[in-house]
């Protein structure tokens, strides 16, 4: 982040920086969307229909003072703890940002690039030259 800002200030150009952390959409993933995803990228049935078992049809029970709660369906999200838990993740993530950025044609030129958005782990930067340009991106990226 900090060479493309440098670089911009050696051209001469703005460069708004917008940081979204992600660290919520863990808790949000939708299941069905990501094994559409999965199937899209060729992911073998057979593995899909282990994340599927693994993940679908999830319930919880939460201890409480005088008990045990009743048994709660877990719709969404990915498990915590979980080795496959971070790649889903990185997968789903990717392919929303590309499904959302696939009409914006704004961000910052870089290296004859246009350049939309700089992502590390579960945080990532919406970059433009203008506020307008970057309004444009975060819209479209509350889309998804």
């Given at each position: 982040?900090?060479?493309?800002?440098?670089?911009?200030?050696?051209?001469?150009?703005?460069?708004?920086?917008?940081?979204?952390?992600?660290?919520?959409?863990?808790?949000?993933?939708?299941?069905?969307?990501?094994?559409?995803?999965?199937?899209?990228?060729?992911?073998?049935?057979?593995?899909?229909?282990?994340i599927k078992n693994l993940y679908?049809?999830?319930?919880?029970?939460?201890?409480?003072?005088?008990?045990?709660?009743?048994?709660?369906?877990?719709?969404?999200?990915?498990?915590?703890?979980c080795l496959l838990s971070p790649?889903?993740?990185?997968?789903?993530?990717?392919?929303?940002?590309?499904?959302?950025?696939?009409?914006?044609?704004?961000?910052?030129?870089?290296?004859?690039?246009?350049?939309?958005?700089?992502?590390?782990?579960?945080?990532?930067?919406?970059?433009?030259?203008?506020?307008?340009?970057?309004?444009?991106?975060?819209?479209?990226?509350?889309?998804?």
């Amino acid at each position: 982040m900090r060479m493309l800002y440098e670089r911009c200030l050696e051209h001469g150009l703005d460069v708004l920086i917008c940081f979204v952390d992600f660290e919520k959409v863990f808790d949000r993933v939708n299941w069905k969307k990501l094994m559409e995803i999965l199937k899209k990228i060729r992911v073998d049935w057979k593995d899909r229909r282990l994340i599927k078992n693994l993940y679908l049809n999830q319930e919880a029970i939460v201890s409480v003072a005088d008990g045990m709660s009743e048994p709660a369906v877990i719709g969404r999200g990915v498990r915590q703890g979980c080795l496959l838990s971070p790649l889903l993740f990185s997968i789903y993530a990717e392919m929303m940002m590309i499904e959302a950025m696939e009409d914006v044609s704004t961000g910052i030129k870089a290296g004859g690039e246009l350049l939309k958005d700089v992502r590390f782990a579960d945080d990532q930067a919406m970059v433009a030259s203008s506020e307008e340009d970057l309004q444009k991106l975060m819209d479209s990226l509350v889309k998804i």
